[in-house]
């Protein structure tokens, strides 16, 4: 078993020099900077996914509400288009006894 000083030796030489140490730093430190950077710009993409699907489905309730308001325009005008006919009928009719 190698003593403790001979393990404390090979631990320093496999250390960096102090210069490349600070690289090495940089490096852990940058990389980290871009691991945060990326989760955050993908915590404001599913954000942004959220608002947009969110949005998506009160557009289509807001559609699916004018449509039925439509059919029901429609079918309400199909009943006056109807009575308008009864009555231009009816006044037909009335000229035709007015004149006898």
């Keep these: ?3 403790k000083s001979q393990m404390l030796r090979q631990a320093k030489s496999l250390e960096l020099p102090e210069n490349e140490n600070l690289g090495l730093s940089s490096y852990v430190l940058g990389r980290r ?6 989760e955050r710009l993908q ?6 996914e959220e608002e947009r699907w969110e949005e998506k489905k009160m ?3 807001k559609l699916r509400y004018a449509n039925d308001r439509v059919s029901e325009l429609q079918m309400e005008m199909d009943k006056v288009k109807a009575h308008v006919t009864s009555l231009e009928a009816t006044n037909r009719t ?3 006894l007015a004149k006898k």
């Design 94 to 96: 009335l000229k035709t």
């Design 33 to 38: 900077q871009h691991q945060q950077s990326t």
């Design 59 to 61: 557009l289509e309730k």
């Design 1 to 3: 078993m190698a003593s």
């Design 43 to 48: 915590k404001e993409k599913e954000d942004l």
